[in-house]
């Protein structure tokens, strides 16, 4: 206006009118970095979640890929598990290969609250020094990770699907770009590639985190391979004495309810999920879906259309804005197949699909593929392997 730039309230300092202006005429200051002294920080570090006695598998998943990046970088994979009555669990932590893991019990820490974990998890990292610090994208690892961020001034990539080492080659291959001044080569190969999908998941964005430390990821369970136990673990445990008031927490944990029938079933754990989307035709024949997961004994789950349709909650939503899952058999029942769904179930060891158009792209990816009604193939098939299974 009036030959000059104004900002309005879209703005969100992307930075790409300062880029795009032919004249040089914009410029955006940004905060200089914080110097880090990144000789000082070492090691890989896998926050661990834990429920009704027994490791998260997105924890178990994250040790897998924590040694990769470990065993890359050579450098130990520690974890850190917070609780009460929880030893049992760092053995078994030791026992998937971790070289260390930090145990921290406390009455305080029975029930994972925001306050206190933080305070804790702050400590040690600050105390330690990680390079790299893992979290699980649930509910648990969404809320702690970026409150430990903030309070430590590191970077966070949230719901990460892949992780790896830059390397050196990427020093050279991107050394006009000003972000990576001051990296050398050494210390590329310690820099985490952190890749996450962006966009609704029409194309996956990898992000640097080159000058502060620990750099930290929050990573979505289902989409890496499990730990296995080792044959002879020699990782140790390192208990850690904290001081935390009960008083000075500001929230209290009253009850802990659960939801009882198919709901209860985690999609992330199940070995089976049957799996509804809108060609199911109306909310009432997701009845058809849970008759054969009760015969499966599987998981329930959904398309995001039908969740946005108000068929089923959303904790039964698969795909990109929902559950990340690996069963060994999935079958996806009126589901045409949307690259958002396919990022949530892609990696299933065995797919059947189930849809009355040959078009439909999820037969791009099934294992096995059924053109024809849901309505008349489900109830036949269901009645078929309950025969079975009382023959």
Known sequence: MDKIAHFTDLCNLCGACVVTCKFDALLAEAKPFKE???????????????????????TIE???????????????????????????????????GADNVFLVESPVLAHYRTGPYTDVIVGLINQHKP???????????????????????????AD?????IAGS???????????????????????????????GGNLMATILCPHARPQMSTVRPGVMKKAVKVDAPSGTITPVTVNLDERAVATKILEVIRQEGDDAVSLQDAQIIVSG???????????????????LGAAVGASRATVDAGWIPAYHQVG?????VQPKLYIACGISGAVQHLAGMAASEIIIAINKDP????????TYGIVGDLNEILPALTEKIRQIKSA
């Open 160 to 164: 990460c699907t892949g992780l790896d």
């Open 320 to 324: 990109q804005t929902g559950k990340t």
């Open 277 to 295: 989307g809108r060609g199911l035709g109306k909310p009432e024949n997701f009845k058809l879906i849970r008759d054969l997961a009760e015969v």
């Open 62 to 96: 994250l040790l897998g890929e924590g040694r990769k990046l470990a065993d890359k970088i050579q450098a130990k994979l520690e974890s850190v598990i917070l609780g009460d009555g929880v030893s049992a669990l760092a053995q078994e932590i030791v026992d998937y």
């Open 131 to 157: 390079e790299i610090v893992l979290y699980s994208a649930t509910s648990q690892g969404r809320d702690l990770a970026p409150r430990v961020a903030a309070r430590i001034g590191a970077g966070l990539t």
């Open 169 to 199: 080659d990427l020093v050279a291959e991107e050394s006009t770009d000003s972000r990576l001044a001051g990296i050398t080569p050494e210390q590329a190969d310690r820099l985490l590639m952190q890749t996450r999908p962006a966009f």
């Open 359 to 366: 078009n439909a792209p999820i037969f791009d990816i099934a």
């Open 36 to 58: 880090v002294d990144l000789s000082q920080w070492s090691g890989v570090w896998v926050i661990a979640e834990h429920a009704e006695g027994h490791l998260r598998p997105g």
